[in-house]
Protein backbone atom coordinates (compact mmCIF):
# COMPACT_ATOMS: atom_id res chain seq x y z
CA UNK A 1 0.00 0.00 0.00
CA UNK A 2 1.54 3.05 -0.82
CA UNK A 3 1.46 5.41 2.15
CA UNK A 4 2.99 8.39 0.37
CA UNK A 5 -0.44 11.00 -0.39
CA UNK A 6 -1.35 9.43 3.70
CA UNK A 7 2.01 11.41 4.33
CA UNK A 8 2.18 14.44 2.47
CA UNK A 9 -1.73 15.25 3.62
CA UNK A 10 -0.32 14.58 7.18
CA UNK A 11 2.43 17.03 6.81
CA UNK A 12 0.22 19.57 4.99
CA UNK A 13 -2.11 19.20 8.25
CA UNK A 14 0.84 19.78 10.59
CA UNK A 15 2.22 22.69 8.29
CA UNK A 16 -1.22 24.57 8.69
CA UNK A 17 -1.69 24.40 12.66
CA UNK A 18 2.08 25.59 13.16
CA UNK A 19 0.88 28.77 10.43
CA UNK A 20 -2.12 29.06 13.10
CA UNK A 21 -0.15 29.02 15.94
CA UNK A 22 2.47 31.22 14.76
CA UNK A 23 -0.24 33.75 14.28
CA UNK A 24 -2.56 33.15 17.13
CA UNK A 25 0.98 33.54 19.62
CA UNK A 26 2.89 35.89 17.75
CA UNK A 27 0.26 38.35 16.76
CA UNK A 28 0.77 41.86 18.67
CA UNK A 29 -2.60 42.78 18.98
CA UNK A 30 -5.08 41.37 21.27
CA UNK A 31 -8.44 41.29 19.19
CA UNK A 32 -6.58 39.78 16.12
CA UNK A 33 -5.28 36.71 18.84
CA UNK A 34 -8.82 36.75 20.48
CA UNK A 35 -10.38 35.89 16.69
CA UNK A 36 -7.91 33.30 16.13
CA UNK A 37 -8.80 31.55 19.61
CA UNK A 38 -12.45 31.77 19.10
CA UNK A 39 -11.99 30.54 15.09
CA UNK A 40 -10.06 27.76 16.82
CA UNK A 41 -12.10 26.46 19.01
CA UNK A 42 -15.35 26.69 16.93
CA UNK A 43 -13.64 24.75 14.12
CA UNK A 44 -12.64 22.08 16.93
CA UNK A 45 -16.21 22.13 18.24
CA UNK A 46 -17.57 22.00 14.75
CA UNK A 47 -15.52 19.43 13.87
CA UNK A 48 -16.08 17.30 17.21
CA UNK A 49 -19.77 17.89 16.62
CA UNK A 50 -20.04 16.74 13.38
CA UNK A 51 -17.70 13.53 14.56
CA UNK A 52 -20.44 12.78 17.08
CA UNK A 53 -22.92 12.96 14.75
CA UNK A 54 -22.23 10.85 12.12
CA UNK A 55 -20.81 7.99 14.59
CA UNK A 56 -24.84 8.26 16.55
CA UNK A 57 -26.04 8.37 12.35
CA UNK A 58 -24.47 5.12 11.79
CA UNK A 59 -25.44 3.83 15.01
CA UNK A 60 -29.19 4.70 14.71
CA UNK A 61 -29.47 3.48 10.64
CA UNK A 62 -30.44 0.18 9.84
CA UNK A 63 -26.90 -1.15 8.77
CA UNK A 64 -25.01 0.24 11.60
CA UNK A 65 -21.70 -0.74 13.82
CA UNK A 66 -23.15 -3.38 15.32
CA UNK A 67 -23.24 -5.00 12.04
CA UNK A 68 -20.05 -4.54 11.73
CA UNK A 69 -18.38 -4.87 14.89
CA UNK A 70 -21.06 -7.57 16.31
CA UNK A 71 -20.25 -7.74 20.25
CA UNK A 72 -17.50 -5.15 19.99
CA UNK A 73 -19.61 -2.46 19.14
CA UNK A 74 -19.80 -0.69 22.95
CA UNK A 75 -16.83 0.41 22.46
CA UNK A 76 -18.05 2.61 19.56
CA UNK A 77 -20.59 3.90 21.95
CA UNK A 78 -17.77 4.76 24.09
CA UNK A 79 -16.15 6.51 21.60
CA UNK A 80 -18.72 8.66 20.73
CA UNK A 81 -19.42 9.30 24.34
CA UNK A 82 -16.25 10.31 24.38
CA UNK A 83 -16.57 12.62 21.68
CA UNK A 84 -19.97 14.05 22.91
CA UNK A 85 -18.22 14.93 26.18
CA UNK A 86 -14.70 16.46 24.41
CA UNK A 87 -17.02 18.24 22.05
CA UNK A 88 -19.50 19.57 25.16
CA UNK A 89 -15.77 21.31 27.08
CA UNK A 90 -14.59 23.01 23.45
CA UNK A 91 -18.21 24.50 23.16
CA UNK A 92 -18.04 25.54 26.79
CA UNK A 93 -14.32 26.90 25.95
CA UNK A 94 -15.99 28.58 22.71
CA UNK A 95 -18.43 29.97 24.73
CA UNK A 96 -16.41 31.57 27.60
CA UNK A 97 -14.04 33.56 25.25
CA UNK A 98 -16.82 34.34 23.16
CA UNK A 99 -18.43 35.92 26.37
CA UNK A 100 -15.23 37.50 27.97
CA UNK A 101 -15.24 40.09 25.07
CA UNK A 102 -12.08 41.66 23.01
CA UNK A 103 -9.23 42.48 25.50
CA UNK A 104 -8.68 45.86 25.33
Known amino acids: MNYLPQLA ?16 FDTPK ?14 AGGALTCSFGYIVYR ?3 PHSFFD ?17 VIATCVWVEFY ?9
Not at 68 to 84: N, Q, T
Not at 96 to 104: A, R, S, Y
Open 9 to 24: YFALLVAATLVVAKLA
Open 68 to 84: EFGGEAWYIVLIAVAIG
Open 30 to 43: PRARWRIKLLARGA
Open 96 to 104: QVLKKGVPE
Open 59 to 61: LLC
